[in-house]
């Protein structure tokens, strides 16, 4: 499965963006999916996971509350809503896709497909 991330941008703090994650190739109903992101000079980390039917979802403490992790299994595009944005999100945001059980998903090593990345810069 192809993976191709959109949406990021420019914004100020306090802002909005969303990102898109549109798959190719295979269906993504198979898949567990998730937001990984990489600041400057630091390693990727986990975001959030949303499981197969959408029914599930885990978010990394920083963003609960803040991110809203979606799909559309139908268009075959998995979403992120970042609102609240602060000069720390900023980083490349990563796409990634995962047939692995949901206990293992918040590990990188479960992630086969990854998309090219989207940069969010968030000013202060």
């Known amino acids: 499965v192809q993976l191709q991330a959109s949406g990021g941008g420019l914004v100020q703090a306090g802002g909005s963006l969303r990102l898109s994650c549109a798959a190719s190739?295979?269906?993504?109903?198979?898949?567990?999916m998730a937001w990984f992101r990489q600041a400057p000079g630091l390693e990727r980390e986990f975001v959030t996971v949303?499981?197969?039917?959408?029914?599930?979802?885990y978010y990394t403490d920083s963003v609960k509350g803040r991110f809203t992790v979606s799909r559309d299994n139908a268009k075959n595009t998995v979403y992120l809503q970042m609102n609240s944005l602060q000069p720390e999100d900023t980083a490349v945001y990563y796409c990634?896709?995962?047939?692995?059980?949901?206990?293992?998903?918040?590990?990188?090593?479960?992630?086969?497909?990854w998309g090219q990345g989207t940069l969010v810069t968030v000013s202060s």
């Open positions: 990634a896709a995962s047939n692995a059980v949901w206990s293992s998903l918040r590990g990188e090593n479960a992630y086969a497909y």
């Open positions: 949303i499981s197969r039917s959408g029914g599930g979802t």
């Open positions: 190739g295979r269906s993504i109903r198979s898949y567990g």
